[in-house]
């Protein structure tokens, strides 16, 4: 009996040391999978104009220390984000030192760039909600630019077509060969990506009620949601020390003999980042609109691309995992860059402010890292293709990408240069963040992360004289003047 107790003791230890065994295999499993996690994370993050990519939600620590790291990678001295769930911001942080040397204080303001169309547009909601504005009314019955007064296009241009993109009009006049304000198509026919719509719509509202964008801005959206910081414009002065400084993509100052900011519907609002977070959870709970109205802000007003729909003032990413869809803006300018996302289902949001002209990949990093929807998002947000698919690249020759490197000047003046690098094209422009040029034919390059495309052309004799850069409907073309 009792060497029978012994074998059964012996295999009952005997079971327990495997179940261990089996435990520890586990542990490690798990535990090398973390590890594993974590380094494919970090590095496909800090690769620039890489391919298409998902990754795991960070912590709030590992997202300190990420964003920390990108800082120095990508040369951005100062970074805000904020973070809302539940309609609440929960997170509200500036990362790096001030010019001085000093730590950057949570009040820091920044240039907003582009994000100012959907502040700007959620004021207009707010006078069509009060029944002073109609989305639907021609502007011509209060305002028409006189460069385009003799086009019939004129009387027909209305707020839904500004605030959708589809105005008709170029980005910005200095595009088209003329320099002058012009229709490039019937309003509201299709989209077209336009800071002169903004502009025309803001002369229009100025016209109606006799009063200046900041003075309407102050009185319909600013002072009701308490937001102190926030300014359409700026003389320069007032607050220079909170103010970020602005940065190249090597990280080195951007300076100014004049710091001041017009008033603009499409660009240049100043904020910080709880101003902007209070601004963003108003969205999300409806803006005081109606739910008619609100309808009409997500609604398909214009297709972008198979990814993305253009609505009123926001951009619109639909199909994300539980029925949520998600609003966005981004804004680029020279030495600034900007993104807000909202989920309005899960009443969640972030907002990302640099002063850098490498921070449009410093924001698509941190939406990536901080949704779980993030690299879904920023993929629908900027490409048309699907998240895994890969454009295929073609193999060019040293000798042939030669020819395009040199020094091209846009239609404003500006200087844009292609350089050869590692057996690629590098292109080099004031306020965005360096390009590196993927090859689809001879002439024509495309961007890993972005839908643009860039065009070389060529005189008679084959010496290239220009470059141009497609978005959209948008054309940047750049003559190069040193043939």
């Not at 102190?228 to 080195?252: I, L, N, P, Q, V």
């Not at 904020?271 to 109205?293: M, N, P, Q, R, Y």
């Not at 002209?357 to 293709?385: F, Q, W």
């Amino acid at each position: 009996m009792l060497i029978i107790i012994i074998v059964l003791l012996c295999f009952c230890l005997f079971a327990e040391f495997l179940q261990l065994i089996s435990i520890m295999k586990l542990l490690t499993g798990y535990i090398l999978f973390f590890f594993i996690t974590l380094n494919l994370t970090d590095g496909f993050c800090q690769r620039l104009n890489s391919g298409p990519h998902k990754q795991e939600q960070s912590s709030p620590n590992t997202l300190d220390a990420r964003i920390v790291q990108w800082q120095k990678d990508l040369n951005i001295p100062n970074v805000a984000i904020g973070i809302i769930e539940n309609n609440k911001l929960v997170k509200a942080k500036v990362y790096g030192n001030l010019s001085d040397g000093k730590p950057a204080p949570k009040n820091m303001i920044f240039e907003v760039a582009s994000i100012s169309k959907v502040v700007f547009s959620t004021m207009v909601l707010k006078l069509v909600q009060e029944g002073k504005w109609d989305l639907d009314e021609p502007l011509a019955h209060y305002f028409v630019d006189t460069a385009v007064a003799s086009d019939p296009y004129s009387k027909k241009i209305t707020t839904r077509h500004v605030l959708s993109q589809q105005s008709g009009f170029d980005n910005w006049r200095w595009m088209n060969s003329t320099g002058k304000l012009r229709f490039n198509f019937e309003p509201g026919t299709k989209f077209n990506y336009s800071g002169e719509g903004m502009e025309y719509l803001k002369s229009a509202i100025e016209q109606k009620f006799h009063k200046s964008l900041p003075q309407l801005a102050d009185s319909v959206l600013f002072k009701p949601l308490h937001l102190s910081d926030t300014h359409h414009e700026w003389d320069g002065k007032t607050d220079f020390a909170r103010h970020s400084r602005m940065y190249d993509t090597e990280g080195k100052q951007i300076t100014k003999t004049d710091y001041s900011i017009r008033a603009s519907a499409a660009a240049g609002v100043t904020t910080t980042i709880e101003d902007l977070s209070k601004f963003a959870i108003e969205v999300l709970k409806g803006g005081h609109l109606s739910a008619g109205l609100n309808k009409e802000i997500i609604k398909t007003q214009a297709v972008i691309s198979p990814n993305l729909q253009q609505g009123l003032g926001w951009r619109v990413v639909n199909g994300l995992p539980n029925h949520e869809y998600a609003l966005l803006h981004a804004g680029n300018d020279q030495g600034v860059a900007a993104i807000m996302v909202l989920l309005p289902k899960s009443k969640r949001g972030i907002i990302v402010l640099t002063n850098a002209d490498n921070g449009l990949m410093m924001c698509n990093n941190i939406v990536r890292a901080a949704l779980a929807e993030g690299p879904e998002i920023i993929h629908k947000a900027y490409k048309s293709t699907k998240l895994t698919e890969v454009l295929p690249v073609i193999s060019l020759t040293d000798s042939v990408l030669k020819t395009y490197a040199g020094n091209y000047k846009r239609e404003d003046g500006e200087p844009v240069t292609v350089t050869l690098k590692d057996r690629g094209l590098v292109l080099k422009m004031a306020g965005i963040p360096v390009l590196n040029l993927l090859p689809e034919a001879e002439d024509k390059f495309f961007l890993m992360d972005l839908d643009v495309k860039i065009f070389f052309t060529k005189n008679d004799d084959g010496t290239v004289n220009a470059v141009s850069i497609q978005d959209g409907g948008n054309v940047i073309k750049c003559m190069k003047v040193n043939p």
